[in-house]
């Protein structure tokens, strides 16, 4: 949830931000200056009265939308720009941040009859403009946020349709399996906010799995990187090799697993681990991904016996299940070979 | 809530902002309390103390960023380590200009 009331014993962060950005004493005051100013003139109605009162009032599948402008600063959610409905408004990073939220709502509906993020018909809110030259994309239990990056090596995050389906998708995963973002658990948080990227990407495209690029984030890396994007699903370990970034430290299989205090457990290393499972299970069930193969995901994610601990073992053990009772023994082995081949034996 | 052990000039500090899409630039630093007069060593302590009450154990979640503390030093004759996570939306800015620059206030 955004932060209320004061930061115990130290100068606001959002302040100090951009004290450590610009460093001048003349800069300090003025972000002081338009943090005061924004809060004066821009008394913000706050997310839950504006959500709740839209998710009341709609039909089933209706997508509420609103998309706020941060203005540089680190204060949620910033001044509405755009809500459902309106016009683009010119801002490249606003228009993107509706549009793809658009097409992530519509994916989920049209495909699994998931209606928003919690099923009940949350309005999505993102912000985007977040900071200064903000190297992240988030969802914090209430939001999206997006960054505008750096523009040395990173560009603004609303660019990939996947990234910002991927923020989505973890709100999605809270109100579900509750996997917890650490280890083997956050791994599989981290890749099922993957699958459902990619697959909103490719559904979107209009992509067979065999079509695809399977890559997250492909359109964020500036053309300084030699890179192809963040993560690459079908080949994790190869998304870029870049003196800046180094080289795509993602495992493809169990024997190279990531063991690490770092990233809670490595949550982003080891998720290269069920990134491949599900390539190589979308790939062997054929056509679009999200129908055979995210539809298996999608139904284990939801499974109530899915512990919110669960590892990758308990993961694919429900894949697996999932596939027989939808789709049939055949699909199931599919399922089961695709684990195999990234070290998850359940036989 | 942790406490902050006394730290000695054998203490030593690694500072890493870590978790987010883009996770691989987490940049650690590492302090050596050995390389700080008694002076800074004191700001640093005083600076870790003020983030025991903002450490978070769900942080990450979502892509949050947060910056990961490691303190490790010892004491009764043995080596140990304290670990903290403090959310980036908490972080107090002598934490970040610590891990960005180096530099003590």
């Known amino acids: 949830m955004p932060r209320q009331g004061p930061y115990p014993g130290f100068i606001p962060p959002y302040i ?24 004066q003139l821009l008394p913000n109605p706050g997310l839950a009265s504006v ?32 809500v459902e409905g309106q016009r683009a ?11 793809a939220l658009g097409a992530t709502h519509d994916f989920f509906w049209q495909v699994y009859g998931r209606d928003s993020i919690d099923n009940r018909g949350l309005a999505l809110a993102g912000t985007v403009h977040y900071g200064e030259g903000y190297d992240n994309a988030f969802w914090n239990g209430a939001q999206m946020v997006f960054g505008d990056g750096d523009g040395e090596v990173f560009q603004r995050f609303t660019r990939s349709l996947d990234v910002v389906a991927h923020e989505l998708a973890h709100g999605i995963t809270e109100s579900e399996a509750g996997l917890v973002y650490r280890n083997q658990s956050g791994a599989l948080n981290e890749s099922v906010s993957d699958v459902f990227g990619i697959l909103t990407k490719q559904y979107v495209l209009k992509q067979a799995a065999e079509q695809a690029d399977w890559l997250i984030g492909a359109d964020l890396l500036t053309d300084k990187i030699k ?13 870029y090799d870049d003196p800046v970034l180094g ?15 770092d990233d809670n457990g490595g949550v982003h290393l080891n998720s290269g681990i069920p990134n491949r499972a599900f390539y190589l299970a979308a790939i062997a069930l054929g056509g679009s991904a999200w129908v055979q193969a995210g539809q298996i995901w999608y139904d284990t994610l939801c499974d109530k016996r899915l512990d919110n601990d669960a590892d990758f073992h308990a993961f694919a053990t429900l894949t697996v299940e999932h596939a027989r009772e939808r789709f049939g023994i055949a699909q199931g082995k599919a399922v089961q070979k695709a684990w195999a081949g990234v070290g998850v034996d359940l036989a | 809530m942790k406490e902050l052990p006394p730290l000695g000039s ?21 302090i050596e309390f050995a390389q700080y007069n008694p002076d800074e060593r004191e700001q640093i302590c005083s600076l870790l103390k003020g983030c025991l009450p903002l450490t978070s154990s769900e942080s990450g979640q979502g892509d949050q960023r947060f910056y990961q503390i ?20 908490r972080a107090p800015g002598e934490l970040v200009r610590l891990w960005d620059k180096g530099l003590v206030s």
């Open chain 1, 227 to 239: 890179g192809k994007g963040l993560r690459s699903m079908s080949h994790p370990g190869t998304a």
């Open chain 2, 70 to 89: 490691e303190v490790r030093f010892r004491q009764d004759d043995r080596d140990d380590q304290l670990m903290l996570q403090v959310p980036e939306d």
């Open chain 2, 10 to 30: 054998d203490a030593t500090v690694r500072l890493s902002r870590q978790g987010g899409v883009t996770a691989m630039l987490s940049r650690p630093r590492e």
């Open chain 1, 51 to 82: 959500m709740g009162a839209a998710a009341e009032n709609t039909a089933p599948g209706t997508l509420q939308r609103h998309i706020y402008d941060a203005q540089h600063l680190t204060v949620l959610p910033g001044a509405l720009k755009r």
């Open chain 1, 16 to 39: 100090l931000h951009r004290l450590i950005d610009h460093g001048s004493e003349w800069q300090r005051s003025r972000a002081l200056n338009t943090l005061t100013h924004v809060r």
């Open chain 1, 247 to 261: 080289k795509d430290p993602q495992p493809a299989h169990m024997r190279d697993f990531v063991v690490t205090q």
């Open chain 1, 89 to 99: 408004s010119g801002d490249a990073a606003v228009d993107e941040a509706y549009d």
